[in-house]
């Protein structure tokens, strides 16, 4: 079946330690996204991707970085200058160029120890 | 700028009809998107409207006015199951993102 992994589903963070959350979608699809939501509130875009290599801030992009070194993965490092990490953050994915719908991930829920 | 409005919170009753409102500001449109999303869970996509006018889709259904910048999500005979957050979401044409509201979270009470 076709569809957008997210692993861990919980992830714990010490002060001053970098955390990477997995993102990994088999649905052929170029863009992809990442967003963070804090509870009762809407999505937020940290980064998004239209294509490999190649990768936008969205509007919260501080204290985060990403990669996209091949299609199907596109991991958010949670670094250690977000001050404010805890939160519940979805990866996403949709077709380039099509009006199509997103596709989301489970989700990871980060939590400072 | 980007400006996607929808109301915090709605309360309807089970069997009920109601009506979630967006309105929005963006540059350039390329789709605006429905997705429910339950407590601590993903999103899940509803609807979509590119063109103006009613899409229906069983117990729900989705309207558009681009001039307007006016959208509605209409869900009939309300259910339990219903009680979720509504994120209205456009695509704009330039970066080929997706702008999301802040959601509606409805209540349906028995």
């Known amino acids: 079946d076709g569809g957008i992994t997210q692993s861990p589903k919980y992830l714990f963070r010490k002060e001053g330690q970098n955390v990477t959350l997995s993102c990994e979608q088999n649905?052929?699809?170029?863009?992809m996204y990442w967003y963070r939501q804090d509870p009762g509130q809407g999505l937020r875009l940290i980064y998004y991707?239209?294509?490999?290599?190649?990768?936008q801030k969205g509007d919260i992009a501080e204290g985060y970085s990403v990669s996209r070194e091949k299609k199907e993965s596109f991991p958010l490092t949670v670094t250690s200058a977000q001050k404010n990490p805890t939160a519940f953050y979805l990866c996403?994915?949709?077709?380039?160029?099509?009006?199509?719908?997103?596709?989301f991930g489970d989700g990871t829920r980060l939590s400072i120890l | 700028g980007q400006n996607i409005d929808q109301p915090t919170e709605m309360t309807a009753t089970e069997g009920a009809i109601v009506q979630i409102n967006c309105t929005y500001q963006t540059s350039g449109f390329n789709g605006l998107f429905w997705y429910q999303q339950h407590a601590g869970e993903a999103p899940t996509f509803l609807s979509y409207?590119?063109?103006?006018g009613l899409e229906e889709k069983g117990r729900f259904s989705s309207f558009l006015s681009r001039s307007k910048g006016y959208s509605y999500l209409l869900l009939k005979e309300l259910q339990m199951k219903d009680s979720a957050s509504y994120l209205c979401?456009?695509?704009?044409?330039?970066?080929?993102?997706?702008?999301f509201g802040p959601g509606t979270r409805l209540s349906v009470l028995p």
């Open positions: 979401a456009v695509r704009d044409n330039y970066g080929q993102n997706f702008v």
């Open positions: 409207n590119v063109l103006d």
């Open positions: 996403a994915s949709a077709l380039q160029g099509a009006v199509q719908p997103q596709h």
């Open positions: 991707s239209q294509i490999v290599n190649d990768f």
């Open positions: 649905l052929n699809h170029d863009a």
